[in-house]
């Protein structure tokens, strides 16, 4: 999911540049939907709920990494499944107080889990998550580091089930008490080992990774909640490190700071909401986060339009390239051409670099619905319609498909449909949840309504410099 550079020690994207075109609320009008897209869209968002919701552990609140191959726990796909929860009851798929006793038994969980050094038998240490956990036990997944990201992810999460869950009964309050429980025992600053930057990992056995994060990716959310911590707050200096590594540049016409795989221009908008808020980094270019997230993905679409890989089925029927499944890992002859294949890769076009082996995965569009509903949805429509339960099945979209491979050869993941494309039989996690979330940000807003009130969340923008839009009315919040 990641791609990391050594040492120095920075995970870059993006490099400064002119920026003329201004961003901000005013340029974020609402698109019409039509019926049709409406009722697709509400298919689309209940089976995909549909996965966090059966296939997550109900007792203990552990949701798989994928589905339906067997795997470990992810901790960051559990912050995505806290976060569909309370969607599932404000659309009627599940009851308040199904969803309450889920919240609670997952937040139970992580609180009461092991907290140490030792190399096996415990969950996490200084309040943050191992990447991967066992389903069975819910500790550590062999050798697999503390990761600052997925935690971050978890306790986004967590801190939306604690200003959604706002009722004044026993229950929601218990809930209110872990979430902040949870998020004040994490000890950010322990993660600044060569401060002002936030190392990436930590594992037992070799210490702090020789990484930190830098640049914009995917862990704005991360820096965020570090600087909002009522007990372990990282200063604004963190923010100065993480953005003076961004790079600005133009791809297919469209001036925006850089990150290759859409999920990067997604994640963190999640739960923020972004829109006519800016830092002093936005400020100097004109526009906003939200604004740059809706650049990144005209681009994408516009690379696949003009397909300079020469991929089959790339057009306005077919674009999105995100860190997802690919078939396997070779050079194959198709076409008369030799064409390198990947699997698990973080796949991306931009400025900065292109990642491209012409697999395409449908969480690239759909994480950019909020953004792009009306060049996402009728992309999504369309896939479905062309590819039917190949790429569209139990809950949603599967993981990712690649047109291009149509030769009948052993694969890593999926199947081969010979003359039509590869498919992924995999939903996973982490690709499922900006589907979830984003679709009902841009039905309803409710996840960037909810969290608009988190003082934790207020604190930690502020701390970074946004000023502006709803933030400057904001108070403190709750």
Known sequence: ?????????????????????????????????????????????????DFFWERSDPAKGLTPDRWPTRSFVSVGAVGFALTAYPIGVERGY?????????????????????????????????????????????????NVELSTIDSALLLAGVLFCESYFDRANA???????????????????????????MSLAWTPEEGFLPYDWGGYNETMILMVLAMGSPSHACGPDAWREWTRHYRWGTFYGQQHLGFAPLFGHQYSHVWLDLRGIRDAEMRAHGLDYFENSRRATVAQRAYAIANPGHFAGYGDSLWGLSACDGPLDSTLEIGGRRLEFHTYDARGASFVRIGDDGTVAPTAAAGSIAFTPELSIPMLERLSARYGEQVFGRYGFVDALNPTLDVDVPVHHGRVVPGVGWFDTDYLGIDQGPIVAMIENHRSGLVWRVMRKNRHVIRGLKAAGFRGGWLDSAGTGR
């Open 1 to 49: 999911m990641l791609a990391i550079l050594p040492a120095a020690g920075m995970l870059l994207a993006g490099s400064p540049g002119g920026m003329a075109e201004a961003g901000g609320a005013a340029a974020h009008a609402t698109t019409r939907t039509s019926a049709a897209q409406q009722a697709f869209l509400d298919t689309l968002e209940r089976r995909t709920f």
């Open 171 to 197: 229950a929601e309050a218990r809930v209110r008490a872990l979430a902040e429980s949870l998020y004040v025992r994490t000890d950010f600053r322990w993660m600044q080992v060569r401060p002002p930057a």
């Open 94 to 142: 599940v009851s308040r107080q199904a969803a309450l006793e889920r919240v609670t038994h997952t937040l139970e969980f992580f609180w009461t889990a092991p907290q140490d050094t030792a190399r096996a038998g415990a969950t996490g240490y200084r309040g943050f998550f191992y990447h991967f956990l066992d389903p069975a036990t819910g500790r550590r997944f062999e």
